[in-house]
């Protein structure tokens, strides 16, 4: 069979990347639930495992580990909806301090422009007026998405558990995509996938553990008021890359603003989540998920931002285990290795622009300022 030009295996790449975009917009109710419980599923394989071993029924080994996650998202819950209630509790006085600050801000602000304070009541209860228009318009597209969450909950543990039940059919519909000798390859990229999601979930739920005792913890003996809700907050928006702790810095500050009628505890609270970043991007979280996943910054960012525009906030948490698993299939392929390029972090030693040898599919070395044998070769 004749090749195909390469311009036609590359209009080809673009047309399914575009179709595959197109498919995850449109169907992304669907689709995203069965992505989250696969991640899911694979992450409660060792359960399932170690029960099996154990002689316990099929049956049985799946739905614990189910309940297990239940359970599990069950607390995170009730201790969220717990510090919420606290922060309902103390409205009055967040309603003082509000006022107090935006009076402060008023007069600065009228310091710095001709703008009187009257006028910038009118213009603030004009806008009000105008939001409070807008809440009312999205109020049945609230009603829509609310109900959009609970099919989603609700088909979670059903498609866990029949991926664990039939995940021998799966496993042979994927090798049998592939030809017989190709099939080595295919299970080593699927332990592979197997071992990076597990490592990487696993190491998550870890960090948003630590994250929330440690920051929360520390605020708390410093004396800032919702410290725990700042802490928990800030856990679990640090799961979405780099978008996440800017959005958790400015809830954190707004949160501090709210009950203190002093800029104090805002600095305080922006000094304590620094620290606290500090440690767990250098020392916490290499440790806990290691060099495995190898995504470079500027696709962590675009990744971000696509999937939240797919899928909102459930694709901006999945965006980066999404990513891990399509980096291990291009590596492992021949035709999309330049995608698995794209994706990574291994920056080439020399220029490409200078030595031939980076501008090719073949394994080169990665390491900066290391000299290569190669270099010299003409392509």
Do not use: C
């Not at 992450?43 to 071993?53: A, D, E, G, T």
């Not at 948003?208 to 003996?221: D, H, S």
Request: charged letters at 15%; hydrophobic letters at 55%.
């Amino acid at each position: 069979m004749k090749e195909l030009p390469l311009t036609v295996k590359r209009s080809l790449e673009l047309f399914g990347l575009g179709l595959v975009g197109t498919i995850m917009v449109i169907g992304n109710d669907i689709i995203m639930p069965v992505i989250m419980a696969f991640f899911i599923s694979i992450m409660l394989m060792p359960i399932y495992r170690f029960l099996r071993k154990y002689k316990l029924p099929e049956i049985l080994s799946i739905i614990l580990p189910i309940l297990l996650v239940a359970i599990f998202v069950g607390l995170i819950i009730w201790f969220f909806s717990a510090q919420v209630s606290s922060l309902v509790n103390d409205f009055p006085q967040i309603k003082k301090n509000v006022s107090l600050h935006l009076k402060s801000l008023s007069e600065w602000f009228s310091g710095i422009s001709h703008v009187s304070t009257t006028e910038q009541i009118n213009f603030i209860n004009k806008k009000s007026n105008d939001l409070l228009g807008m809440v009312g318009g999205m109020a049945g597209g609230a009603a829509v998405t609310l109900s959009s969450i609970f099919v989603f909950v609700g088909l979670l543990p059903i498609y866990i558990y029949l991926m664990l039940f039939y995940k021998d059919i799966l496993l042979r519909f994927i090798f049998m995509w592939f030809k017989p000798d190709d099939h080595p390859k295919v299970k080593e990229a699927i332990y592979e996938t197997e071992a990076i999601i597990k490592n990487y979930l696993v190491g998550l739920l870890i960090q948003v553990t630590y994250m929330t005792v440690l920051l929360g913890g520390i605020l708390l003996l410093l004396g800032v008021k919702h410290a725990l809700l700042i802490g928990v907050i800030f856990a679990i928006l640090n799961l979405i890359p780099y978008v996440g702790a800017l959005i958790g810095n400015i809830i954190g500050v707004l949160l501090t603003l709210t009950a203190s009628a002093t800029l104090t505890p805002v600095i305080t609270v922006l000094a304590v989540i620094a620290v606290v970043q500090f440690l767990d991007n250098n020392i916490l979280m290499p440790r806990i998920v290691g060099s495995k996943v190898k995504i470079n910054a500027l696709m962590a960012i675009l990744g971000v931002i696509v999937g939240g525009s797919i899928a909102g906030v459930s694709g901006m948490f999945l965006s980066m285990p999404i990513i891990a698993v399509l980096k291990i299939i291009f590596d492992r392929t021949d035709m999309f290795k330049q995608w698995g390029v794209l994706l990574g972090d291994e920056r080439p030693g020399k220029s490409p622009m200078k030595f031939p040898v980076f501008r090719r599919k073949a394994p080169v070395n990665t390491r900066p300022g290391v000299e290569q044998t190669k270099a010299k070769d003409k392509e």
